[in-house]
């Protein structure tokens, strides 16, 4: 896929439901560039994916009752602008697609200070049986589930996506 990504403003950003945050950069983050490693974004964009997937029900209780779970397929992290020690962030997630097995959605973490897009955290979610390692079709009340968090994040405006992930049907 070619052309311009378009990237959304902190306005719309913030009108998606807020998963992580506000947090406070600590320095405990800080890297030899004087701002929040590159870690800290991976993971507080993979937490934050990781409290929408558990509201939606998948959780140690549904892994161990149900035998099945989420891999991560792909992901793709893109950088905007830098979060430095001190200033306030917050992490929200939005939901691109889902087929019977597979869920891609996107983790956007602002920088509430500066009011900027810092990063998004692009991801595909492969549902599996987690005895035979392969993927698995979601049941009726996980996929109904899954459909009501990423209804709570349809928004009037394209997905910043990488275009090289999709939902392969």
């Not at 397929?73 to 917050?90: A, D, F, L, P």
Request: proline share 4%; net charge negative.
């Amino acid at each position: 896929m070619t052309g311009t990504i378009s990237i959304p403003s902190y306005e719309q950003v913030v009108a998606l439901p807020r998963e992580l945050g506000p947090i406070t950069v600590p320095e405990a983050y800080r890297d030899e560039n004087d701002h929040m490693n590159v870690t800290h974004y991976f993971s507080l964009c993979v937490s934050a994916a990781t409290g929408v997937f558990e509201r939606a029900g998948i959780t140690d209780e549904y892994r161990a009752t149900r035998g099945t779970g989420f891999f991560t397929g792909e992901h793709h992290i893109r950088y905007y602008s830098e979060n430095r020690v001190g200033q306030q962030i917050s992490v929200h997630v939005r939901g691109v697609d889902r087929s019977d097995k597979v869920v891609h959605a996107m983790a956007l973490l602002v920088n509430d200070t500066t009011r900027r897009l810092s990063c998004t955290l692009e991801l595909i979610a492969v549902h599996v049986d987690l005895h035979s390692r392969t993927a698995a079709a979601f049941a009726s009340d996980t996929a109904a589930a899954i459909d009501r968090e990423l209804a709570s994040t349809a928004v009037d405006w394209p997905a910043p996506i990488c275009g090289a992930m999709r939902v392969r049907r």
